[in-house]
Structure formats: structure tokens, C-alpha cells
């Protein structure tokens, strides 16, 4: 009985949930592969690779992630994701490690759209690296140093990201990003 209602309760789970190896799906519930616009358990045996933007955006997310749940077993964050079709959307992962000395090995991760409540807006891989960290509250100083370039190319991103979504200074912008009501 209890494994029946162990998987009853993953199957009608409101958000994603994934089990993965090594970023391997290996096993995905229905809501998980709706969200991406796949079948159920397409997915699974599949790199998470196909669900990023770009290889490049698998990579750094998977670093930074490794980096955050050495020790604690612990990850979240909000970022942009690819759905079957290509289009991006606004996702809310969150991840727990059976064994937190080797975080990627074996884990947990919910997946929660978020779309509805930020704008998508069509931004390069940089751009969504500035977004993120202005969000955080960090300088142009701290930014360019974290992503190794100069403060100067900050502030032309951050130029482009006030145009792109129409807003007035930096607070005006992140509240856009967070999509809070202006």
C-alpha cells in the first residue's frame, strides 16, 4: 500500500519532479514532461542537457549548482528553461541530493513554472546572467568580476535589458524580471 500511494502522490504532484543520476532523468512525472511538452517518461534516460537554453547555460547552471550543493545537498533558483518547441520559459527549480558529498550522483528536483508571473523576453545567455545577478543585488563592480569582464560591458547589458523591457532605471526592471506589478 505504501508504495501505491508513493507513486500516486508523484504522479499528481502539482509541480515537476524529477529523479535523476548524473543529470539523467531517470524517472519524471506526467506534470514534468507537460511542462516541457513532452509525453510522459519521454524523458526519461535523457540528459536534463535538452531542457536548457543552451549547452552552455547546462554547463554554468550545472557548476554553480555543484558548487551551492557541495556539503548541504541543497539547490534552488529561478531561470530560464527550453520547452520541447524551443520556447523559453520562467522555471523555479529546486533540488535535494541523497548524498551531498556527491551532489550530481543521485537527486530529487521539483520543477514549478513560473511563466505567468515573469516576462520572458528574448535575451541572449549574458543577458540572463546580468538579469540574474542584478536581481541578486550585486554591483556592475561585483558583476564583471564574477562573469570576468569589464564593468563598462555590465552596464551595456544592463542598457539593453532596460530597453528590452521598457523600463525607467534598474529597480523599475527587476521589478519586471520578478514580475511584480509596476
Not at 541530493?97 to 513554472?113: E, G, L, N
Request: proline share 4%; with cysteine; net charge neutral.
Amino acid at each position: 500500500m505504501k508504495d501505491d500511494l508513493e507513486t500516486l502522490v508523484f504522479d499528481h504532484s502539482p509541480v515537476g519532479l524529477i529523479y535523476a543520476e548524473n543529470r539523467v532523468i531517470r524517472r519524471s512525472n506526467p506534470r514534468f514532461a507537460q511542462m516541457f511538452g513532452y509525453r510522459n517518461g519521454e524523458l526519461d534516460g535523457h540528459s536534463l542537457s535538452k531542457l536548457y537554453p543552451s549547452i552552455e547555460e547546462y554547463e554554468r547552471i550545472g557548476n554553480l549548482g555543484l558548487r551551492k550543493m557541495h556539503g548541504s545537498g541543497e539547490y534552488q533558483d529561478e531561470r530560464i528553461m527550453s520547452r520541447r518547441d524551443g520556447a523559453h520559459f520562467w522555471c523555479r527549480v529546486r533540488g535535494q541530493s541523497m548524498d551531498p558529498q556527491t551532489p550530481f550522483a543521485r537527486s530529487v528536483w521539483s520543477f514549478a513554472d513560473i511563466s505567468d508571473h515573469r516576462p520572458i523576453a528574448d535575451m541572449t545567455a549574458r543577458e540572463r546572467q546580468v538579469a540574474k545577478m542584478m536581481a541578486e543585488g550585486l554591483t556592475s563592480k561585483e558583476i564583471a568580476r564574477d562573469l570576468d569582464i569589464s564593468p563598462r560591458t555590465v552596464e551595456v547589458h544592463r542598457a539593453r535589458l532596460l530597453d528590452k523591457f521598457e523600463a525607467r532605471n534598474s529597480l523599475e526592471l527587476i521589478a519586471r524580471l520578478a514580475g511584480l506589478p509596476i
